[in-house]
Structures are given as C-alpha cells and as structure tokens.
C-alpha cells in the first residue's frame, strides 16, 4: 500500500503514476494489436468495421470505468482517515452496484445491437463484421468491469503495481492470441474480439488470486453488505457522477461517429489508425488524472488541504511536459505511426490520419488541464463541475454533426475536439482555482490556530 498523505507530492504522483502509465500502455496494447493484425490480415473494410463500433465500445468500457473510479473516491477516502471497517462496506457497495449495473448495460447492448448500429449509419459492406465484434466486446464486458475494480480498489489504497504486472501477463497473452485466432484459425474480427475478452478474463483471474492470497484485508464478509441509504446515496453519488463525466464525452463521439460513418470506408478507415495514434498519446494524461483522483481522495480523507494544492500543481507540471514530447512525436514520426496501421494503404487515406493528429496535438495543453483539474475535482467530491463541462462537449460534438461536418467536411471533424478542449479547460481552469481558494485550512493547522485564540 501508498499512503499519499505523506511525502513529496511530486515523487508520489510520478511514481504511482508510472504503473498505471505502463498498465494502460499494455491495455491500449490489447486494441493497437488488434487494429495491426487486423489491418495486416484482414484489410480495409475489417479496420472500418473494428473503427465504427469504436464509439460504442469506448462508451460502455468509460462507463464502468467511471462507475468504478467514482467508488474508489469513496473507498481512498476512507483509507486516508484509517477507517479500515468502513473502507471494506464501501468495497461491498462497489461489488454491488457496478455487477447490476454492467449487467443492465450487457442486457441493453445485445438486445439492440442491430438498431444501435443502424442509428449510427454503418455501411452494409462492414455492418456483419461490426455486429458481430461488437456483440463479443459486449458480452465480455462483465470479465473488463472485475478487473477494472479489482485493479480500482489496489490503486485507492495506494497499490498501482500489481495491476501493471498482471497486465503485461495479459498484454502478451493477448497478441499470442491475436496471432492465433486471426492468422491461424482465421476467425476474423470475432477472433480479435474473444482474444481481447479472454486476456482481460485472464487479467480478472490473476488479480483474484492475488488479494486472497496477499491483501485479504481488503476482502469483504457478508456483513459488509448491509449499508443504510446514506451509504448507497453517497457511493451511487460520487460512482454516476464520475461515469455520467464519462459518458456524455462518448455520446458526444458516438454522435460524431454517426457523421464519420457517412463518409465512407477510406475515411473511417483514415479516421480509426488516428484515433488509434491519439488514444496512445493521451494515455500520460489518464495516468496523472487516475493519479490525482486517488492523491485528491487520500488528502480529502486526511484533511491534507494544502498537500491537495501542491499536487494539483506538479500533476499538471508532468502533463505539460507530456505535451511538448507528443507534439514532437507526431511532427517528426507521425508518418511512421500511421503506416504502422495502415500500411499498405495510399497517401491519401495515410494524409488524412496525418492532418487529423498533428491539429489536435498542438491543443494537448488546454486538453492537459481539462483532464487533470476534472480529475482533481472529482477526487475532492466535487462532481457537478466537470459534468457541466462535458455536456458542453456533448452538444458541440452534436453541432459538430450538424454544422461543422456539412460545411467543412472531415476537416470539421479535425477541429472539433480542439476547440472544446480549450472551452472546457479554460472554464473548469477558473472554476478550480475558486474552488482551492474556498478549501479550509489542513486539520492540524486549524488546531493549532484554535488553541492558539484560546
């Protein structure tokens, strides 16, 4: 366990930050291979398929990853104040609500997937490709949401880890399991999608075994499941808000996809190695915001006000500096990464994922401070804020569909997310340094002043 309510600030964030970094290297690892294999094995029209179910999978995955990290608020909370007891019931109202949850989400996907892709104007040349990954991704949903919130309560008390060690396990297993199910049984885009699904079982399995056997003070009894309203009002409170955050950014990508789809396969195609490209480079940025989420929580708990402030800043300090290196990065080797994707694609398909990415690099620092204030406010229990900001995001994205795409074509889609980023950072940027401003003194400090009146 870390206990970030003591030490450097800046040596803690960097170094529970690392593993998480690593963890979702090897994560993101699972979808860049499936996008190189399939790419490689499969063709065009199979990335495009993989690319346009992108939106719904990202959605489901945020929603209960948000669902999970809004708990583990709760759950870092309580381990900061040294409440073990209560910590375990919030571990036993986590299990509880993110299972019926996930379910009602995997009920809702499969029932309507045919109607869902519909909606979101996919080509008939892709559509039983994409229906049927999509389909597998779903159902194996309830194998990502274990991990996910075994991994979430290790980070809320300070082990980030062992999550990274069983993850590399899985990320090579995934691969192996690519090149089998694909190159070997010729599954298809099904075979990516039970390869990614097993390898997260696998991830989910490992975990287990490893709080039984090394953290079993984190393992709940039956009577931690007893809870009064309060308790649930407060977990549901702080686990929707976060995956509400969550969710509206990827309606919003759900809505620009449907507009994306409309282009055609070369685009979308164009539009999926991009993404690809980009979902690696905003990894740093998830690090330090899971970071400042558990850091925010612990202090919160320990009421380690002015700690709180300090880590804000150097969180945001390593994500500046993330900046610059991946504006570098696409400048000066963005060719490289996309034909590592596409390659044997022309020059157009190859320029239009190019363009795409260096636009929306240049905006990574107004992105760099949205995710790492929002994160850092979410920490604090302050929800309502960064809901605001995404949807703002949401009703851009939607007249992005509606006025951007008309009138500019896929260069509206480029300059979407870049605009919105610089918005929202600008007003959650305000709004936060109001809110550290209006935050008490540390509990010792305000001790020491009381007795000093008397």
Request: contains cysteine; glycine residues 10%.
């Amino acid at each position: 366990m870390k206990d970030l309510t003591k030490g450097s600030p800046m040596r803690l964030i960097i170094l529970f930050a690392l593993p998480i970094l690593f963890g979702s290297v090897f994560q993101q690892a699972y979808s860049f291979t499936d996008t190189i294999i399939i790419g490689r094995e499969l063709g065009k029209n199979s990335i495009a398929a993989v690319g346009s179910t992108a939106s719904v999978v990202s959605l489901m995955f945020s929603t209960v990853n948000g669902l999970v990290t809004g708990f583990s608020v709760i759950i870092a909370k309580n381990f900061g104040a040294g409440d073990h007891d209560e910590m375990r019931r919030a571990i036993a109202r986590t299990i509880t609500f993110a299972g019926t949850i996930t379910a009602l989400i995997i009920l809702g996907i499969t029932l309507f997937i045919t109607p869902l892709l519909r909606a979101l104007d996919t080509p008939e040349s892709i559509f039983d490709e994409a229906r049927a990954y999509l389909f597998i991704v779903a159902v194996g949903l309830i194998v990502t949401v274990i991990y996910n919130l075994e991994s979430g309560i290790l980070r809320a008390v300070g082990d980030s880890v062992i999550p990274l060690v069983i993850l590399i396990i899985s990320a090579v297993l995934n691969i192996v399991l690519d090149l089998i199910f694909v190159c070997v049984c010729e599954w298809g885009v099904e075979g990516a999608a039970i390869a990614t699904v097993l390898a997260q079982l696998i991830s989910a399995v490992v975990c287990f075994i490893y709080l039984i056997k090394r953290r079993p003070y984190l393992l709940v009894k039956p009577k931690d499941f007893r809870f009064n309203v309060h308790e649930a009002a407060e977990m549901l409170g702080s686990g929707f808000g976060m995956a509400l955050m969550y969710s509206i950014v990827d309606i919003g990508s759900i809505v620009l996809q449907n507009g994306i789809n409309g282009m055609g396969e070369d685009i979308i195609a164009a539009h999926t190695a991009a993404r690809k490209i980009l979902s690696l480079l905003l990894m740093p940025f998830s690090a330090v915001g899971a970071t400042l989420v558990t850091y925010c929580s612990q202090n919160r708990g320990a009421g380690k006000y002015s700690r709180i402030k300090t880590g804000i800043r150097d969180g945001l300090i390593l994500s500046f500096g993330w900046c610059t290196l991946a504006i570098a990065l696409i400048y000066f080797g963005g060719v490289l990464l996309v034909r590592l994707i596409l390659p044997e694609e022309g020059d157009a398909i190859v320029g239009t994922s190019l363009q795409y990415l260096k636009v929306n690099v240049l905006f990574f620092y107004p992105l760099a401070v949205l995710l790492g204030v929002r994160s850092s406010l979410q920490g604090l229990g302050r929800s309502v804020v960064p809901i605001i900001a995404s949807f703002i995001e949401l009703t851009w994205k939607v007249l992005t569909v509606i006025i951007m795409i008309p009138i500019f074509g896929y260069f509206g889609v480029i300059l979407s997310e870049p605009i919105i980023w610089t918005v929202c950072g600008i007003m959650i940027g305000i709004i936060a340094i109001f809110t550290l401003r209006a935050m008490p003194m540390d509990e010792a400090t305000s001790e020491t002043a009381g007795k000093e009146a008397l």
